[in-house]
């Protein structure tokens, strides 16, 4: 039987980033494992990659707070590049609610030392981005060191680095059981049993029933979301930054010659769909032409369309640390669409956790598992 001091499920962006980060400080003997033959399979491979600052609530905020900068630093870093692009992200609002609420983030966001985000006006959008119909826009909220990596890449960053410095990757290793010894956990794969005195759920959507082996009832759902990349597009600029319309939650990025295309359709329900449905591309295109009406000529190919899973909790918070009953037994799981952006915080506060069992990155009870029982949840309205 292997013995490994921590043992990952899952190895996806976040998976990967807690390698890096417990390799980083000094715990060598890391194993990864993931049942896919290949990483990325899962909801990492399927983000929109966005990065942002521009939350609603403290633990959000300073999570980006970390996380933004040290993509901006991967490949210096690392040595591998995560193609982080700062081209910002721009929040529409079309009505008064919408820049109130633009307006209180704002301030939050720059008590935090937030630096590079302002809110404009209404005709300093119009004056930016004339292709789009601005008549009903009254301001917004921009941040230029917002933007996008490649998620594929980063996750890949990361768990090569780890790889090098002496952690561990079993692909095509399903968790088949975990069971409790005296002071440690005997993990059954597919293709091997490892013994270890610490375990991080990183399973992403499926992470529920990870816990479920582990004796534990974790309050994470998979929920669908679906991308809709356009063919090549050349009558909106592609140094266009993430522009989200507040009025609908339609938001679209550049996205190599073409343009990525995003709607929440508030009729979806969750459960593990991982299939595209073909009628979404007209809900999405009807409301991408309402903003940007030149959106009416764009080509789209709905078999190059794709869905993935968002891993909602019920704050839509993330729940981050050691499970209260089961010590030894760690949580990384819930990220409720911020998994990729959040992903270098969670890696440096997993592995703070891991191996001195506090954090200076974050309050770190916020985000604990006993949040739901104590009824502390947190709310935060600024999920895309």
């Known amino acids: 039987m292997h013995t490994a001091d921590v043992v990952i499920i899952g190895g996806g962006i976040v998976g990967s980033s807690i390698a890096y980060h417990l390799v980083a400080a000094g715990c060598k003997n890391v194993l990864v494992i993931e049942r896919e033959t290949a990483q990325g399979k899962g909801s990492t ?29 991967f490949e210096e870093r690392l040595g591998y590049p995560c193609d982080y692009r ?95 010894g005296t002071g440690n956990f005997k993990i059954e794969t597919a293709r091997d049993a490892i013994s270890t005195g610490t375990v991080v759920n990183c399973a992403g959507a499926w992470a529920a029933g990870i816990a479920k082996m582990a004796g534990i009832e974790l309050p994470v759902e998979p929920l669908r ?62 409301r991408a032409a309402d903003r940007v009406p030149v959106f009416e000529n764009v080509a789209v190919n709905p078999k190059r369309a794709w869905a993935g899973s968002y891993e909602m909790t019920p704050d839509h918070h993330p729940i981050l640390g050691e499970s209260p009953e089961v010590p030894g037994f760690f949580f990384a799981n819930g990220f409720s669409g911020h998994g990729v952006m959040h992903a270098p915080a969670t890696g440096k506060i997993l592995s703070d956790l891991i191996l001195t069992g506090k954090t200076d990155l974050i309050d770190a009870s916020l985000l604990s598992f006993s949040r739901f029982a104590e009824g502390r949840t947190i709310h935060e309205t600024a999920v895309l």
């Open 86 to 180: 700062p081209q910002g992200y721009l929040f529409c609002a079309t009505n008064e609610k919408h820049m109130a609420y633009l307006r209180t983030n704002y301030e939050k966001q720059v008590a935090m030392g937030l630096k590079n985000v302002r809110l404009i006006g209404g005709d300093e959008i119009r004056g930016m981005f004339p292709q789009m119909r601005g008549d009903d826009i009254v301001g917004g909220s921009f941040c230029s060191t917002d933007g996008f990596v490649d998620p594929y890449s980063a996750m890949i960053g990361f768990m090569t680095w780890a790889s090098d410095h002496g952690a561990t990757l079993w692909k095509n290793a399903t968790v088949t059981g975990i069971s409790r």
């Open 45 to 73: 491979g399927k983000s929109m990659g966005g990065v942002r600052a521009q939350f609603s609530t403290p633990v959000n905020i300073q999570m980006s707070l970390y996380s933004i900068p040290f993509y901006a630093s």
């Open 225 to 286: 979301r679906m991308l809709v990349p356009t063919e090549p597009f050349d009558q909106f600029p592609h140094t266009a930054p993430m522009i989200i319309d507040m009025s609908n939650g339609f938001h679209f990025r550049p996205e190599s010659r073409g343009f990525l295309l995003a709607w929440n359709d508030p009729e979806e329900t969750p459960g593990y769909k991982t299939d595209f449905e073909p009628s979404f591309v007209e809900k999405i295109l009807m």
